[in-house]
């Protein structure tokens, strides 16, 4: 193992499909989530990441209150680390004594990439360190170069017990990978029964796992017969309505013939003549769609009565965890229905068929296993992958259904059901009343959870005594939507609405629109197609508030769809009463969030550093609380340091609104956005910046101020703001006085009762 073998490289190219940088959000969710679990499950103090490559298992510890360590063989990985937490993070190997003791070390998917003898060192290094271990290293990995040192779980556990560490049952370590497990270290020696039974554990695991995958492929392969299924319908039916017309027009030939037999005789006969050579063209044009009705007719016979279509029939009703012999069966069994479909079956050991002047692909060394053959990549199939959050979904027709709404959104849970998701799911669930019909969520990149859902509605007093359900319909296409005959869907974000419009019929789409989307991408390819979506004519479009719909209708690039089918609504703030703090000193709140690129945040902080440094909201009486996520530790002028809040429930959060006495939210929009609303709603004094078309938003509360964006004018609004939030008559006096909706059935029954009757027939 060594350290120049795990440069840049590597690490864009050999940590799997996503490339291992900081740039990639998927890496600091991951390693959030794996941080969660350790925190919940182990609670350790202290901990060490053994291996710790970029740091991101020791940032994320950290942000949860875990004081912790790490090394890594890679001087480059260690060069990735946060800047602020390298005094934490070493080069170097793990072979060697790793300090402590912690509570806990850390050690993911390492020692297969060290030689056998290196690895028992690093297991002794992590004995001596921590009396807990959480240990994980690939068992079937061996395609990739770097790993050297691949075995079963049994092997590991059984060197962890000759160290004197016994795998510990009641900790379910598959929140990191199938295979991962804890040991601890115990007195007695450990025995071979439960090293044996807990590998069998592990090894179960990771045979569901296998059997998953293999589920997914078999319903993949389903949902490509099904699309067959509609392309062959639809050519038959198109046969069917040629045979229909061809017949029409023979008997209109044969009744223009027998008019013509009423005439002079000698016209007759020439009119008769033109007739029969007419009605035998005719015959023949009848004739040959005849024989491609009958020819499509078979081969959806043929499909209908395949292995493939019965079998993906028989998996949308059973489990989705295929049993491994079901597996082998379908995948011998489908052969014949692969090829009726014009495909075929080919073996890994077998190249497939190329030009003439391809070089002949190498045999594979390892036996033969049949897969599917995969096609050319298409265009299509290239656009599919850039854009892979517009992909369309197969939608499952039903013969009957109930009245139904389905809002389609990204993800519903207990932190994402703030602002715009929050406020459709209100909309849904009045228009949903008014229709008397159910309502449905329908998620795309993780499964629903409808707690949070009864949640917001209850907090926000919208009653909705309907059926509530909740669909996951993942963007790889893995799974139909069943879909009835009066189905509507309210869309989340352009996005959603590209898929929804490529998916269902069109006149069942409503869109909601609660920003300008256009400003969320540079000049581009994405930046297009949110532009045409938005533009997309014919199907009603939702603005939320008045000001965006102004912005959008008429502002620098109007959308001239909303003249005819745009409508708007402005929100509701419930709120809750100011709720003086225990501590006496005052608090600020700051919007912080760094990766939303228009909530401006590094300016946010500029501007506050500098009011700091003017002694304005001084830390002997105020509290300065950031809000967001991923917000970065830091101190202001003065020694000023910020206390920083990841996410909250809706509760939470509505709680710590009404504990501040001033806000701060910048947001470069032209929508006012919600924190000032929900800040100035509970009587709080707020500064936020004026935008094209938003240079004031008194007409909602004199408690809201708006500034230019430059930082002398936010440093002079940050003083203003100190001087009205220290004014708690005045600041009463304006909540009193103010023009902020509080009831969201009074603020979305008008633009409701539109919609309403516009589908009323539906």
Same mark, same amino acid.
């Given at each position: 193992?060594?350290?120049?073998?795990?440069?840049?490289?590597?690490?864009?190219?050999?940590?799997?499909?996503?490339?291992?940088?900081?740039?990639?959000?998927?890496?600091?969710?991951?390693?959030?989530?794996?941080?969660?679990?350790?925190?919940?499950?182990?609670?350790?103090?202290?901990?060490?990441?053994?291996?710790?490559?970029?740091?991101?298992?020791?940032?994320?510890?950290?942000?949860?209150?875990?004081?912790?360590?790490?090394?890594?063989?890679?001087?480059?990985?260690?060069?990735?680390?946060?800047?602020?937490?390298?005094?934490?993070?070493?080069?170097?190997?793990?072979?060697?004594?790793?300090?402590?003791?912690?509570?806990?070390?850390?050690?993911?998917?390492?020692?297969?990439?060290?030689?056998?003898?290196?690895?028992?060192?690093?297991?002794?290094?992590?004995?001596?360190?921590?009396?807990?271990?959480?240990?994980?290293?690939?068992?079937?990995?061996?395609?990739?170069?770097?790993?050297?040192?691949?075995?079963?779980?049994?092997?590991?556990?059984?060197?962890?017990?000759?160290?004197?560490?016994?795998?510990?049952?009641?900790?379910?370590?598959?929140?990191?990978?199938?295979?991962?497990?804890?040991?601890?270290?115990?007195?007695?020696?450990?025995?071979?029964?439960?090293?044996?039974?807990?590998?069998?554990?592990?090894?179960?695991?990771?045979?569901?796992?296998?059997?998953?995958?293999?589920?997914?492929?078999?319903?993949?392969?389903?949902?490509?017969?099904?699309?067959?299924?509609?392309?062959?319908?639809?050519?038959?039916?198109?046969?069917?309505?040629?045979?229909?017309?061809?017949?029409?027009?023979?008997?209109?030939?044969?009744?223009?013939?027998?008019?013509?037999?009423?005439?002079?005789?000698?016209?007759?006969?020439?009119?008769?003549?033109?007739?029969?050579?007419?009605?035998?063209?005719?015959?023949?044009?009848?004739?040959?769609?005849? $024989?491609? #009705?009958?020819?499509? @007719? /078979?081969?959806? !016979?043929?499909?209908?009565?395949? =292995?493939? &279509?019965?079998?993906? %029939? +028989?998996?949308?009703?059973?489990?989705?965890?295929?049993?491994?012999?079901?597996?082998?069966?379908?995948?011998?069994?489908?052969?014949?229905?692969?090829?009726?479909?014009?495909?075929?079956?080919?073996?890994?050991?077998?190249?497939?068929? $190329?030009? #003439?002047?391809?070089? @002949? /692909?190498?045999? !594979?060394?390892?036996?033969?296993? =049949?897969? &599917?053959?995969?096609? %050319? +990549?298409?265009?299509?199939?290239?656009?599919?992958?850039?854009?892979?959050?517009?992909?369309?979904?197969?939608?499952?027709?039903?013969?009957?259904?109930?009245?139904?709404?389905?809002?389609?959104?990204?993800?519903?849970?207990?932190?994402?059901?703030?602002?715009?998701?929050?406020?459709?799911?209100?909309?849904?669930?009045?228009?949903?009343?008014?229709?008397?019909?159910? %309502? +449905?969520?329908?998620?795309?990149?993780?499964?629903?959870?409808?707690?949070?859902?009864?949640?917001?509605?209850?907090?926000?007093?919208?009653?909705?005594?309907?059926?509530?359900?909740?669909?996951?319909?993942?963007?790889?296409?893995?799974?139909?939507?069943?879909?009835?005959?009066?189905?509507?869907?309210?869309?989340?974000?352009?996005?959603?609405t590209w898929a929804a419009l490529r998916s269902v019929p069109r006149e069942r789409v409503i869109a909601l629109v609660q920003e300008d989307e256009r400003m969320f991408y540079p000049r581009g390819d994405d930046r297009l197609r949110c532009a045409e979506?938005?533009?997309?004519?014919?199907?009603?479009?939702?603005?939320?508030?008045?000001?965006?719909?102004?912005?959008?209708?008429?502002?620098?690039?109007?959308?001239?769809?909303?003249?005819?089918?745009?409508?708007?609504?402005?929100?509701?703030?419930?709120?809750?009463?100011?709720?003086?703090?225990?501590?006496?000193?005052?608090?600020?709140?700051?919007?912080?969030?760094?990766?939303?690129?228009?909530?401006?945040?590094?300016?946010?902080?500029?501007?506050?550093?500098?009011?700091?440094?003017?002694?304005?909201?001084?830390?002997?009486?105020?509290?300065?609380?950031?809000?967001?996520?991923?917000?970065?530790?830091?101190?202001?002028?003065?020694?000023?340091?910020?206390?920083?809040?990841?996410?909250?429930?809706?509760?939470?959060?509505?709680?710590?609104?009404?504990?501040?006495?001033?806000?701060?939210?910048?947001?470069?929009?032209?929508?006012?956005?919600?924190?000032?609303?929900?800040?100035?709603?509970?009587?709080?004094?707020?500064?936020?910046?004026?935008?094209?078309?938003?240079?004031?938003?008194?007409?909602?509360?004199?408690?809201?101020?708006?500034?230019?964006?430059?930082?002398?004018?936010?440093?002079?609004?940050?003083?203003?703001?100190?001087?009205?939030?220290?004014?708690?008559?005045?600041?009463?006096?304006?909540?009193?006085?103010?023009?902020?909706?509080?009831?969201?059935?009074?603020?979305?029954?008008?633009?409701?009762?539109?919609?309403?009757?516009?589908?009323?027939?539906?």
């Amino acid at each position: 193992m060594r350290a120049s073998d795990y440069d840049e490289a590597y690490y864009l190219s050999h940590c799997g499909p996503i490339p291992y940088t900081r740039e990639r959000p998927e890496w600091g969710e991951f390693f959030g989530k794996v941080a969660d679990e350790i925190a919940r499950l182990l609670r350790p103090r202290t901990m060490f990441d053994a291996g710790c490559a970029h740091g991101f298992l020791v940032e994320a510890a950290w942000r949860r209150g875990i004081r912790t360590w790490g090394r890594d063989i890679s001087e480059f990985a260690v060069s990735q680390v946060r800047r602020d937490l390298r005094d934490y993070v070493t080069a170097g190997s793990i072979t060697e004594s790793l300090g402590g003791p912690y509570d806990l070390v850390t050690c993911i998917e390492v020692l297969e990439h060290m030689p056998e003898e290196e690895s028992l060192r690093a297991i002794a290094a992590m004995a001596s360190a921590a009396p807990r271990i959480l240990f994980s290293s690939s068992p079937i990995d061996f395609d990739e170069p770097t790993h050297i040192n691949v075995k079963p779980p049994r092997w590991w556990l059984e060197r962890f017990a000759e160290a004197g560490f016994a795998p510990v049952p009641e900790v379910d370590a598959r929140f990191l990978t199938p295979h991962a497990f804890v040991v601890e270290r115990v007195a007695e020696p450990v025995s071979d029964r439960l090293v044996a039974s807990f590998a069998c554990v592990i090894e179960e695991r990771l045979a569901r796992v296998a059997d998953e995958r293999a589920a997914a492929k078999v319903r993949a392969d389903f949902s490509d017969t099904i699309r067959k299924l509609h392309d062959v319908s639809a050519e038959a039916e198109t046969a069917r309505i040629a045979r229909s017309l061809a017949e029409a027009k023979l008997a209109d030939a044969v009744a223009s013939a027998a008019a013509g037999l009423a005439g002079v005789r000698s016209e007759a006969a020439a009119g008769l003549e033109a007739a029969r050579a007419e009605t035998v063209a005719l015959r023949e044009a009848v004739l040959g769609q005849q $024989a491609r #009705a009958v020819r499509a @007719e /078979a081969e959806l !016979a043929t499909v209908q009565a395949s =292995l493939a &279509f019965h079998l993906g %029939l +028989r998996l949308l009703r059973v489990a989705s965890v295929v049993p491994r012999p079901v597996r082998r069966a379908v995948r011998s069994l489908a052969r014949p229905a692969w090829r009726a479909l014009g495909g075929r079956l080919t073996s890994r050991a077998e190249p497939a068929p $190329a030009a #003439a002047a391809a070089p @002949e /692909a190498p045999a !594979a060394s390892a036996p033969p296993a =049949l897969e &599917f053959e995969k096609p %050319l +990549r298409s265009a299509e199939d290239l656009v599919g992958e850039r854009f892979s959050a517009l992909r369309g979904f197969t939608a499952f027709p039903l013969a009957e259904g109930p009245r139904r709404l389905s809002v389609l959104t990204d993800s519903v849970g207990p932190s994402s059901l703030f602002g715009g998701v929050g406020t459709s799911l209100l909309l849904a669930a009045r228009l949903a009343d008014r229709l008397g019909a159910q %309502l +449905r969520i329908v998620t795309r990149t993780e499964p629903p959870d409808a707690e949070p859902v009864r949640e917001v509605l209850k907090r926000n007093h919208v009653q909705f005594d309907g059926v509530l359900e909740t669909a996951f319909l993942p963007l790889d296409g893995s799974r139909d939507l069943p879909l009835g005959q009066r189905e509507l869907f309210l869309t989340t974000s352009w996005w959603s609405t590209w898929a929804a419009l490529r998916s269902v019929p069109r006149e069942r789409v409503i869109a909601l629109v609660q920003e300008d989307e256009r400003m969320f991408y540079p000049r581009g390819d994405d930046r297009l197609r949110c532009a045409e979506t938005l533009a997309e004519p014919g199907i009603p479009v939702i603005v939320n508030t008045e000001a965006l719909f102004r912005h959008l209708r008429a502002g620098p690039e109007p959308l001239l769809n909303l003249d005819r089918d745009g409508d708007w609504f402005e929100p509701a703030f419930p709120g809750v009463a100011p709720v003086p703090q225990p501590s006496g000193k005052r608090r600020l709140f700051f919007y912080a969030r760094p990766h939303n690129l228009r909530n401006l945040f590094w300016r946010g902080i500029e501007a506050l550093d500098a009011a700091a440094a003017d002694g304005i909201f001084a830390p002997d009486e105020w509290e300065i609380h950031w809000a967001g996520n991923d917000v970065p530790p830091a101190t202001l002028s003065r020694g000023v340091v910020p206390i920083r809040h990841a996410s909250m429930a809706w509760g939470d959060y509505q709680r710590f609104i009404a504990s501040m006495d001033a806000g701060f939210v910048l947001m470069d929009t032209p929508h006012p956005s919600y924190p000032p609303l929900d800040l100035a709603a509970a009587g709080a004094a707020v500064l936020t910046n004026t935008h094209p078309g938003k240079e004031s938003l008194a007409h909602y509360s004199d408690n809201i101020m708006c500034v230019p964006l430059d930082l002398g004018s936010l440093r002079e609004g940050l003083r203003r703001l100190e001087v009205l939030a220290r004014d708690d008559a005045a600041r009463a006096r304006n909540r009193e006085l103010d023009h902020i909706q509080r009831d969201w059935t009074q603020a979305l029954d008008p633009v409701v009762g539109r919609l309403a009757s516009r589908f009323q027939g539906i």
